[in-house]
């Protein structure tokens, strides 16, 4: 089993904590960690060049390259960021940013359709469930359906050895008990593609048919033809 883990900061504060807890329970397990800033450091400047002419022509492309070649092979992928002003860190939005040619409008990977994901974050007070958000977006548009999320709310102080031995014992009994969801599944099978990203799918192949009877067709109608997805194939196999 591979599990490629995308975190937020390279902090490693009580996110950091509640990942090591979760990735406990998963021994054996072939696992990559990519931190940011310090493993995709430059912010994506709206060029297009990904959509236009291809994600090889990013300026960043050598360390985004190397961050989605594990995420395409990963069985797993975890994201971890805690909440900053309420939403996910700046360098987990940057790196975001960099895949948007891969949400499901332009070149969704055929592989994403049949991962699992898992996001932790954590807040002092609020802002846990929108940072959360932050990160399901892109999961989901890149067409993933089976997303995991533990959001937890420190409400004291956030430095772990400062929490009270209570609130340690229960951020560790709820994200423990998400993994155990995760470790038991069979990873030899894809996960079920669910009916909300079939319908994504669907509105994005009727937006590349349009785009056909318009006579704009561009790299992403190139990339859907070649896939056979304005035909009847399909990226899911359930």
């Excluded at 990735?23 to 236009?52: H, M, R, W």
């Excluded at 977006?137 to 420190?154: E, M, P």
């Excluded at 009270?164 to 038991?184: G, H, P, V, W, Y």
């Excluded at 349009?210 to 990226?235: C, H, I, M, T």
């Amino acid at each position: 089993m591979k599990i490629t883990v995308i975190n937020g900061t390279e902090k490693h504060g009580v996110t950091y904590r509640l990942k090591e807890i979760f990735l406990q329970n998963f021994q054996g397990a072939d696992i990559v960690e990519f931190y940011l800033p310090k493993d995709c450091p430059s912010f994506c400047v709206g060029c297009t060049n990904c959509f236009v002419k291809g994600e090889n022509t990013c300026k960043d492309y050598s360390s985004v390259n190397a961050i989605e070649k594990s995420l395409l092979e990963a069985d797993l992928i975890v994201m971890t960021s805690p909440a900053y002003v309420m939403h996910a860190t700046g360098a987990m939005k940057a790196l975001l940013d960099h895949f948007g040619y891969r949400w499901m409008p332009h070149r969704p990977a055929a592989e994403m359709f049949g991962k699992h994901a898992v996001i932790i974050t954590q807040c002092l007070g609020a802002g846990a469930k929108s940072t959360a958000k932050d990160m399901k977006d892109s999961l989901s548009w890149w067409g993933i359906s089976k997303i995991g999320v533990f959001s937890g709310t420190l409400m004291g102080d956030i430095i772990w050895d400062k929490l009270s031995e209570k609130k340690q014992k229960q951020l560790t009994k709820n994200i423990n008990r998400l993994a155990r969801q995760f470790a038991k599944i069979d990873y030899a099978k894809p996960a079920h593609t669910n009916l909300v990203t079939k319908i994504k799918f669907m509105m994005c192949r009727f937006i590349q048919k349009q785009v056909q009877r318009n006579g704009v067709a561009g790299l992403d109608f190139e990339y859907w033809n070649d896939k056979g997805w304005l035909g009847k194939s399909r990226p899911w196999k359930n």
